[in-house]
């Protein structure tokens, strides 16, 4: 639906001290193309609105159960186990190169072509190499609505699934619930229903989210999510959050506890984020299955099933747990270097953990996944304090390395680096985009070819590519920007239109991520003219 209004039943105000605060509302909105505005809110009684939502998330595919049929929420206080036992994913940010490189600022480019010689992304390339590690899931986070696009469309085509992120800030409102339900429906429209839901296993609702004063804020922003998924025919995909462990492991308001598990979708497992490396739990090769251990992931796995909330036989999912490579606890403040434990960051130690890890996963009584942070150093996090173990918890480095190729980090001990390179050899070189000037370029601009013939100077591996740019309508670049390709020194470059047949090429130095690039050779020069200057090349205005 482009236009049209959009009504969301049942919203719960979350205005502590407001008139109207923990009151529900059918809400309607007013949706032209992919903007929303609010028109109206009708209160809706609250008995009615309750059993609503325990109706959809008790609901099938076909969400009969939402039309009346509520006899079978009697047994909502047993949950059967699902596949979220034994998923051993990953936590990916595409943004994990050095503060301040063009990388992070755009970060889905061109790099080359794969095995069939279709043109690929920088996350293809990455996910390539995560699947080869044994990943089978990615998670991701801070990301632009175009970084999701490509996330999903390149995970379904290696045949990862997804768990998607609605953000929701921790002191939001419901502003910031309008906002991420504008971004998942413009996600769901770039990529199509049918292929996020053959992707995406898993919405949260933000992550960490949660405080003493927000429960209604949270409960509301993830009914409001299950019905727009709801809306798009996606009921079958699970809504839940992900909180930070203490808030499960000893939380300090059961009741809301309780009030987010209800909320969430039934078939979504409760997520929480341990990390015994923080806490000084040793050994590593026990501090996730030694129960006796304090912190360790079966100690915390015991006390959330000992609390009144836990629903028997309900996964849990471990949505992000690590252990640092190097670095100091102290800009993060862990506990154990507050309490002057050791918390012993090292490449052998993590190795030594995460395949406890992988171990107690596989477990299947353990009813425990795990999606392990992380795929990649971030040396943007504290850029000021380098030695910050919030930096160093890539398995693979800043620049796509394995750690000490050191392969015991990974779920698939065979895995190879020598052939396995994800993004290896980037930083040598750097991006630039590629934009229109045709009047009402955003939605006119005819197609185009580009061709690159250039070599990866770290891995000597060709980085040359033919990318057709097909017409998009490109009026909300946040969606659909204009495209972006890996350059490196020497790269030659040819420009063609599709309409006029015209074409320019280039020859392109790359010093220090800054492109410079000779006199364009172009086969009609006095109508066709493609203008390169740093990082940008703009196409001609008149039917390119």
Known sequence: MQTGELIIPCVNVDDPGGEFDDRYFDVTFEQTGHSFEFISGKEEDSEVCLELIKASLNADHDTSDVNGNLGSTDNLDVVPATDWAGLVGIDYQPNHYSAGHAFNNHDVFY????????????????LAQLKAAGFTAVRSYQTQPFSWVDLINQANALGLSVIYEAAIPQSGNQSSISAALQVLDNVIGAVGADTFEDTVI??????????????????????????????????????????????????????DMQKLISA????????FDPYPFQWGVTPADKAASNASLTNSIAWDYAQVMSQSFYQANKPILMAETGWATEGTGKWADYYCYSQNIPCEPSVSNAASYLQDVYSYVKKTSNLS??????????????????????????????DCSLKDQNTKLLPNTGFDPSTNLGCQGYTQGTSFSIAGTQPNAATNQPPFLVEIQQTNPDTMISAGMTVNVPNKDRTDTNVNPWPYFLI???????????????????????????????????????NYLVTCSGNNCFLPWNNF
């Not at 279709?118 to 990455?126: A, G, L, S």
């Not at 969430?264 to 497992?269: H, I, Q």
């Not at 795929?375 to 910050?388: C, G, M, Q, R, V």
């Open 111 to 126: 790099t080359g072509m794969n095995s069939v010689n279709v043109p690929v992304t920088n996350i293809y390339q990455e």
């Open 202 to 255: 898993l919405v949260f609702a933000g992550h960490e989210n949660y405080s003493d004063t927000n429960i209604n804020y949270l409960t509301s922003a993830i009914r409001q999510l299950q019905v727009a998924l709801n809306g798009k025919g996606l009921s079958v995909i699970p809504v839940g959050t992900a909180l930070v462990s203490g808030d499960l492991v000893t939380p300090g308001s059961p009741s």
């Open 264 to 271: 969430s979708s039934k078939n979504a497992p409760l997520g």
């Open 369 to 398: 996944g795990a999606l392990i942070f992380e795929a990649y150093d971030e040396p943007a996090k504290s850029p000021t304090h380098p030695d910050n173990a919030e930096n160093h918890y890539g398995l693979f480095d800043t």
């Open 488 to 526: 490196f020194d020497g790269a030659q470059v040819k420009i063609t239109g599709d309409t006029s047949g015209a074409s320019c090429s280039f020859t392109a130095q790359v010093q220090a991520g800054a492109i410079t690039w000779n006199t364009p050779s172009c086969s009609h020069p006095d």
